[in-house]
């Protein structure tokens, strides 16, 4: 009863999608604080927002990607590939600078191959990402043999540190989400973004560069994926081939979760780090309340079909 | 505005030609809202068995919700419909479709994977012994449908998805005939059709009568209501203002009763000065259609392009606004070589289209009227980066003012304004980003009377400033109302250019039919 009058007010609040999920985070959160005593400890809190911070970055261009009507399948592989690049060159030349930056250019470069099969060899983004999945990944395991490689300094600092007890990641997750934020609703770029997600052919003969916008939100995607991979070894001190297998479903999750539309043209940046925020609260439900992992993982899949069918129901009433 | 509109001189529904056919249908106070606003106003509607009502109204007369409710897609708030001296009311569409009620609406519903005998059988397929799909038959089934509605030259095996729209259209109308329905409902069925297929249209709906069938037609073209359709109704403002028979009224007429004022937008003698060539194409090809187009523009003028289907207005068009590419010969703006990539660069030169084919090409649907207007002119008034916001809000306000929209307020979104002036939206979008080149792809497509003659004035009042205007059309009174000059295209290829004293409909369709 309780969790179908839960269903209506979620539904009921279903214009207002930031609303919506700020709602359920705050029922997650409530339920917590009574479920366990640990839960309000301000350790266990910063420790719930540095887990949801690489997911909230990484989301930030996935937003975009989505916004424009595309998606990206890749960003858990290029999430572990620029860790790896950035670790291997780490240690290979001694030079923290070049590792990093090789990091950080190699998700810029894995997303413009994304941009480029896209717009100019025309293959539909699901396909062509769930390729780079693959690769990039593949690519990850030839260069370590499957053998993680440590990885320290900077990163580390960003991935793991604190500034006045607050995690760095965390710090940087909002810095990027006020950017992000004000760079969507504000600038020439931003605001062409969201129109052709709405309509693409319109936005073309109204005088949008369609092929260098799409080009620009999957270059965007992977830069930030690349930035996530960086802070997610960090955090481990560890760059491990491995590293954000399945981070894909937790950044669609997020961005779907906090109101933007999979058909494009809405969504907003504040509901995508709440919906962020929402997926680590739950992860941390798991561990809090004691529950296997494994419960964790069907959790995962459930809350992404009741995002995805929260939005169709809406448009099913818009459009029928 | 209400009943007490309705004209006296105008013919009571019972002296109408088929009183002597049996009642069909007979609606009484037939009234609904939406959200507190009334669409419709106790509308009194008789339908006789062997007759065929032309539907006039503009956009937002309440037309289509009132055949909704006809048909089952909405309920009245009011009112009662009798079906033959029986009370009815349909709950869904399903139900009007089974009392034998046929609606075929203005948006194609062809699925384009599918054959067109597969479309014309959706949900009732044959099927052979084996209990799998019988092809030939229906294939054999569908041939004769095709033929009843003057579609025989489509083949049933193609793919439904490579006919064009007017061919689209002609297959739910073979849709709608196999119901064998008793009241057949048609939104704007000839919009897209060519000349033939209106011909070969014309003669179901003529054979569906003599069957005993009771049809309404919408449309916005008032030629084919006269000679099609026994009487004419107009809804105006969701109450029905008059009822005539073609015989005994005049388009004017008509006009004066859908819109409420009796003036319609003529053609005012104008005068280009100088003598700048804005836009000159020679030799301009492309690898598919058009072949060998030599035009010359001068700055300010209003030059009409006008074709058949097929004939490559919109082909023209998209090459000059850098959708395509042209493959041979030279397209030059103001003496200036123009070698397009993609339409950005087209706006960025100065040349703004606006698109035929508002819902699919353009306006953004989720988008506010502002952000719709705004669309092509951010980067011109950018600041940086940014989008110059306060600014946007100003010249959008300026157009609403200039252009005459109606609306709230320019955040609310554009899917919620009426055709006519969502299309003054995408005329600002255009406007706004200050062209020296202005397209216009069937400008006036689907939009109401009032709303034309609007759009009209607006073109002619920005030709007169100084702006160079493209209109294709292929409605030839379109072309006569506004332009000074017609380039008359046929198969891809010029056929000749009309001067505004040697322009007359005759002459017009007689080059567009002319062959190679």
């Known amino acids: ?47 719930v927002g540095r887990q949801a911070s690489v997911v909230a970055i990484v989301a930030l261009g996935q937003a975009l990607v989505i916004i424009a009507r595309g998606i990206d399948l890749s960003v858990g592989s290029v999430i572990g590939l620029s860790a790896v690049v950035a670790a291997v060159l780490m240690r290979d030349t001694g030079s923290e600078a070049i590792g990093l930056t090789a990091g950080l250019l190699t998700g810029l470069v894995c997303g413009l191959v994304n941009g480029v099969l896209y717009t100019r060899f025309r293959i539909n983004p699901f396909i062509a990402t769930l390729g780079t999945l693959s690769i990039a990944r593949g690519i990850a395991l030839l260069m370590t043999g499957g053998i993680p490689v440590p990885f320290g300094g900077f990163a580390e600092f960003v991935g793991a540190g604190r500034i006045f007890d607050i995690p760095v990641s965390f710090l940087l997750m909002i810095v990027l989400a006020v950017v992000v934020h004000v760079f969507a609703s504000r600038t020439v770029i931003g605001r062409e973004i969201y129109a052709i997600g709405d309509n693409p052919k319109a936005s073309r003969l109204a005088g949008v560069n369609l092929r260098a916008i799409r080009l620009f939100v999957f270059a965007f995607c992977g830069l930030l994926a690349g930035l996530g991979g960086l ?67 069907v959790t995962k899949g459930l809350v992404i079909i009741f995002a995805v069918g929260l939005d169709g129901l809406q448009r099913g009433s818009d459009d029928d | ?64 919700t009132l055949m909704h409710i006809l048909s089952g897609g909405l309920q009245a708030d009011t009112g009662t419909i009798e079906m033959e001296g029986a009370p009815v009311r349909f709950g869904s569409v399903a139900e009007g479709i089974a009392a034998g009620v046929s609606f075929v609406h203005q948006e194609l519903s062809v699925i384009g994977a599918l054959s067109v005998a597969e479309n014309l059988h959706l949900g009732r397929m044959a099927k052979t012994a084996a209990g799998l799909v019988n092809f030939s038959l229906m294939q054999k089934a569908s041939r004769a449908l095709l033929e009843r509605v003057g579609a025989g030259h489509i083949d049933p095996r193609k793919e439904a998805g490579a006919l064009r729209a007017g061919e ?16 057949l409902i048609l939104d704007e069925p000839t919009s897209s059709l060519t000349p033939h297929e209106v011909g070969g249209f014309f003669s ?79 030799g301009v090809s492309d690898d598919r259609l058009l072949d060998g187009i030599d035009l010359d523009i001068r700055k300010g003028e209003i030059f009409g392009l006008f074709g058949l289907v097929g004939a490559g207005r919109t082909e023209l068009l998209d090459l000059i606004h850098g959708v395509h590419r042209h493959k041979a010969g030279t397209i030059k703006l103001f003496g200036k070589e123009l070698s397009l990539l993609d339409p950005s660069q087209a706006v960025r030169a100065g040349i703004a289209l606006v698109p035929e084919g508002r819902k699919t090409a353009g306006i953004l649907p989720q988008h506010s009227v502002r952000d719709n207007a705004a669309i092509s002119s951010l980067r011109r008034f950018a600041r940086g980066v940014f989008s110059d916001r306060a600014g946007d809000a100003g010249r959008v306000e300026r157009h609403r003012q200039s252009l ?109 039919f002319k062959e190679h």
């Open chain 2, 404 to 512: 005459g929209i109606r609306m709230a307020s320019d955040t609310q979104a554009i899917s919620t304004l009426s055709g006519g002036n969502q299309q003054k939206v995408i005329f600002a979008r255009a406007l706004m980003a200050e062209p020296r080149l202005l397209l216009l792809d069937e400008p006036t497509h689907g939009v109401d009377v009032g709303a034309k003659s609007d759009l009209y004035g607006i073109v002619t009042r920005e030709a007169d400033k100084g702006l160079t205007v493209i209109v294709a059309s292929s409605e030839v009174p379109e072309i006569l109302a506004l332009c000074d000059r017609v380039a008359i295209l046929s198969k891809g290829r010029l056929a000749g250019v009309l001067e505004r004293a040697e322009m007359t409909e005759d002459r017009i369709l007689t080059m567009a």
């Open chain 1, 1 to 47: 009863m309780a969790m179908h009058s839960g269903l209506t007010f979620v539904r009921g609040l279903g214009r207002h999608r930031e609303a919506s999920v700020f709602a359920m985070l705050a029922a997650v959160a409530i339920y917590l604080s009574f479920a366990s005593d640990y839960f309000l400890e301000p350790r266990n809190l910063l420790n």
């Open chain 2, 168 to 183: 689209q259209q002609l297959i739910e109308i073979a849709k709608a005939a196999a119901r064998k329905p008793r009241l």
């Open chain 2, 204 to 282: 179901y709906v003529r054979e569906a009568r003599a069957a005993g069938a009771a049809i309404i037609f919408i449309t916005h073209r008032l030629e084919e209501a006269m000679s099609l359709c026994d009487r004419v109704v107009v809804l105006r403002n969701g109450a029905i203002v008059s009822e005539r028979r073609p015989a005994e009224t005049t388009r004017q007429q008509l006009i004066a009763d859908m819109t409420g004022k009796p003036a319609i937008y003529e053609h005012r003698p104008r005068s280009v000065n100088g003598g700048e060539i804005a836009l000159s194409l020679r």
């Open chain 1, 231 to 297: 802070i997610l070894a960090g955090n481990l001190a560890s760059a491990d081939p491995n590293l954000g297998m399945g981070y894909e479903l937790d950044v669609i999750a997020a961005v779907i979760l906090g109101g933007t539309a999979l058909s494009g043209g809405r969504g907003s940046i504040l509901g995508v780090v709440i919906g962020a925020l929402l997926m680590a609260l739950l992860n941390n439900a798991f561990v809090l309340l004691g529950i296997s992992a494994y419960w964790q993982v």
């Open chain 2, 1 to 64: 505005m209400m009943q007490s509109d309705r004209m006296n001189e105008a013919a009571a529904p019972d002296a109408a030609a088929a009183s002597a056919q049996p009642l069909l249908i007979r609606a009484r106070g037939i009234a609904k809202g939406f959200s507190g606003n009334a669409v419709l106003h106790s509308v009194d509607l008789d339908l006789h068995a062997g007759e065929v009502v032309g539907l006039l109204g503009e956009n937002g007369a309440g037309k289509s």
